[in-house]
T-cell receptor, first 113, second 113 residues
Framework: GDSVTQMEGPVTLSEEAFLTINCTYTATGYPSLFWYVQYPGEGLQLLLKATKADDKGSNKGFEATYRKETTSFHLEKGSVQVSDSAVYFCALRDRRGRRALTFGSGTRLQVQP | NAGVTQTPKFQVLKTGQSMTLQCAQDMNHEYMSWYRQDPGMGLRLIHYSVGAGITDQGEVPNGYNVSRSTTEDFPLRLLSAAPSQTSVYFC????????????FGSGTQLSVL
């Protein structure tokens, strides 16, 4: 079945550091890929998405590129802020007709001033 | 707009008790779903609905019931609570058939003693 694997956390960075959170997936065909973010005490929010190979999703300074050859969708940001501290979830939606998303286990990011 | 509203935010149950977690959305979304979030396991789909009167099982449906009598509401029922159901529960909705963007409620933290 479909699966998403994320790097273990927590990831602790200083403000203005470069961020990479790794995400790889297993799926049949060409799924749509997503990053969701969960701030403390809140539900998840869509951060960015990509629907086909080589697409780059971007939002709020975050970027991720759909790499079919490596089945990856790594999240990057050039300069993190304390306000980026949250849990980040990688997810996929397959194209076989099911509407459900398959989520990774989440990666906690802690940014220190 | 209220978006997706979940109640209660916190609940403690004894083993064997029953309860209903409420979920309502005011965006006229046809798709609604329930996830549970457990440490190290990400979000897992419990049940989902593609419209009023239509429900289906997700990845972990055992011990839970749902119904969808209106577009707005999608309650989750625990018939006989077990300690294994201690978790954080999220309701989510989306517009249309692609389910490309989920809107999440703020969650219900449930403890079963």
């Amino acid at each position: 079945g479909d699966s998403v694997t994320q790097m273990e956390g927590p990831v602790t960075l200083s403000e203005e550091a470069f961020l990479t959170i790794n995400c790889t997936y297993t799926a049949t065909g060409y799924p749509s890929l997503f990053w969701y973010v969960q701030y403390p005490g809140e539900g998840l929010q869509l951060l960015l998405k990509a629907t086909k190979a080589d697409d780059k999703g971007s939002n709020k300074g975050f970027e991720a590129t759909y790499r079919k050859e490596t089945t990856s969708f790594h999240l990057e940001k050039g300069s993190v802020q304390v306000s980026d501290s949250a849990v980040y979830f990688c997810a996929l939606r397959d194209r076989r007709g099911r509407r459900a998303l398959t989520f990774g286990s989440g990666t906690r990011l802690q940014v220190q001033p | 707009n209220a978006g997706v509203t979940q109640t209660p935010k916190f609940q403690v149950l004894k083993t064997g008790q029953s309860m209903t977690l409420q979920c309502a959305q005011d965006m006229n979304h046809e798709y609604m779903s329930w996830y549970r979030q457990d440490p190290g396991m990400g979000l897992r789909l419990i049940h989902y609905s593609v419209g009023a009167g239509i429900t289906d099982q997700g990845e972990v449906p055992n011990g839970y019931n749902v119904s969808r009598s209106t577009t707005e509401d999608f309650p989750l029922r625990l018939l006989s609570a077990a300690p294994s159901q201690t978790s954080v529960y999220f309701c989510a909705s989306s517009q249309g058939s692609t389910n490309e963007k989920l809107f999440f409620g703020s969650g219900t933290q449930l403890s079963v003693l």
